[in-house]
Each structure stands twice: as structure tokens, then as C-alpha cells.
């Protein structure tokens, strides 16, 4: 199996910055996904790295070290909305091949 | 452009009956998963197929369960016999081997076994 590995909870503020970290360990590594999921919804892409640095999209960020198998989730101007599960997933082998979530960390953002 | 599409979205069975879960991909997707979520396990991967060929079962519990996909639009997932720690809600996703490299997932079937 893969390990993969996030904080279970966190908590913060309307219109404070977020980090949600992940660390990984598997062979054949190709590209890590974070998945935002609301309560009684399907999870629903966020984000993709499979090289080194940050990628930025808006008010959310993720970055990749692969020598590290440690990648982050940045949400800036956190909105009430943004309270949910967001997932950490690792790809193994080809482009075609099959992903392996993390547990997910919940997060509740306060008014 | 419709989403990935499963059915039923709510399933209450009795232990030991028999169960379908049916999914139809994003049109033009040519993979597709099956996924399995609960509050102990979490997101697991059950099995999934290429151009309508299985790939990888390993994710498969047991021979209870089997899955097909006799063409592209249509895949499902069979659970037989049913037993209560087959509750779970279950995904179905699918992807293009071009372009956008996400998983796009349906609103998924939230299973109860009594």
C-alpha cells in the first residue's frame, strides 16, 4: 500500500490562510492531487503537481518536493464555503494508472 | 455537458440480497473507477478499466463483489450477497487518457445493508 499522510482536523478563521500538508511514500511516482469534498458530496478536483514548485489557481496553492514526498495545500481568504474535507492523493506508474487518498483533513473555517 | 451519472442514488437492501450499482462516464472518457468511501477506510479504489477492459481489481474485497463495463457508457457494480459491512457510499469516476489528467466523480450511491 502507499502511505499517505494528513492532519485528521483543522480549524481557522474567515479570511485567514490556511496550509494542509501531506507526505507520501511510494515508488513510481507520478503526480499528487488535491480533491475538496463538502459533507454528502463526491470529491471534485482542486489541483495537480507532478513537478517540483508551486502551482497557483486563484485563492489556492499546492506545492511539490518529490525528494521530500511532501506536498502542500494553500487556501488564502478562507470563505465559510471552504469548510470541507480536502484529500491528498498520490498517482503510481503511468498517466492512465490509479490514485491513492489520503484520509483527508477536515477543515472548519469560523465566522 | 452531463457529469458522470450513477443509480440508484439511495440503496436500502436486506443482508444477503443481491445489489447493482450502475454508472455511465462523461461521454469521450475512456477510464473509469469504482471507489468506496467510509468513515473507518476512507477513499479506496475497488477497480478500475480501460477502454472498457478491468486493469486493476486488487481493491476488490472479496468474490461478493464483480463489475463490468460491456461498452463505454456503461459500467456496474455487483454485490452479491449483500452484507451490512458493505454499507459504505460508492463512487464512480472517470477520466481521459488526453487532456485533463482529473478523475471527475459521480455524486455517488450511498448504500445501507441491514
Known amino acids: 500500500g502507499q502511505n499517505i499522510d494528513q492532519p485528521t482536523e483543522m480549524t481557522a478563521t474567515e479570511g485567514a490562510i490556511v496550509q494542509i500538508n501531506c507526505t507520501y511514500q511510494?515508488?513510481?511516482?507520478?503526480?499528487l492531487f488535491w480533491y475538496q469534498q463538502h459533507a454528502g458530496e463526491a470529491p471534485t478536483f482542486l489541483s495537480y503537481n507532478v513537478l517540483d514548485g508551486l502551482e497557483e489557481k486563484g485563492r489556492f496553492s499546492s506545492f511539490l518536493s518529490r525528494s521530500k514526498g511532501y506536498s502542500y495545500l494553500l487556501l488564502k481568504e478562507l470563505q465559510m464555503k471552504d469548510s470541507a474535507s480536502y484529500l491528498c492523493?498520490?498517482?503510481?506508474?503511468?498517466?492512465?494508472?490509479?490514485?491513492?487518498f489520503g484520509r483527508g483533513t477536515q477543515l472548519t473555517v469560523w465566522p | 455537458d452531463a457529469g458522470v451519472i450513477q443509480s440508484p442514488r439511495h440503496e436500502v437492501t436486506e443482508m444477503g440480497q443481491e445489489v447493482t450499482l450502475r454508472c455511465k462516464p462523461i461521454s469521450g472518457h475512456n477510464s473509469l473507477f469504482w471507489y468506496r468511501q467510509t468513515m473507518m477506510r476512507g477513499l479506496e479504489l475497488l477497480i478500475y478499466f480501460n477502454n472498457n477492459v478491468p486493469i486493476d481489481d486488487s481493491g476488490m474485497p472479496e468474490d461478493r463483489f464483480s463489475a463490468k463495463m460491456p461498452n463505454a457508457s456503461f459500467s456496474t457494480l455487483k454485490i452479491q450477497p449483500s452484507e451490512p459491512r458493505d454499507s459504505a457510499v460508492y463512487f464512480c469516476?472517470?477520466?481521459?487518457?488526453?487532456?485533463?489528467?482529473?478523475?471527475?466523480f459521480g455524486p455517488g450511491t450511498r448504500l445501507t445493508v441491514t
Open positions: 469516476a472517470s477520466s481521459s487518457a488526453t487532456g485533463s489528467v482529473e478523475q471527475y
Open positions: 511510494t515508488s513510481g511516482f507520478n503526480g
Open positions: 492523493a498520490v498517482r503510481r506508474g503511468s498517466t492512465l494508472g490509479r490514485l491513492y
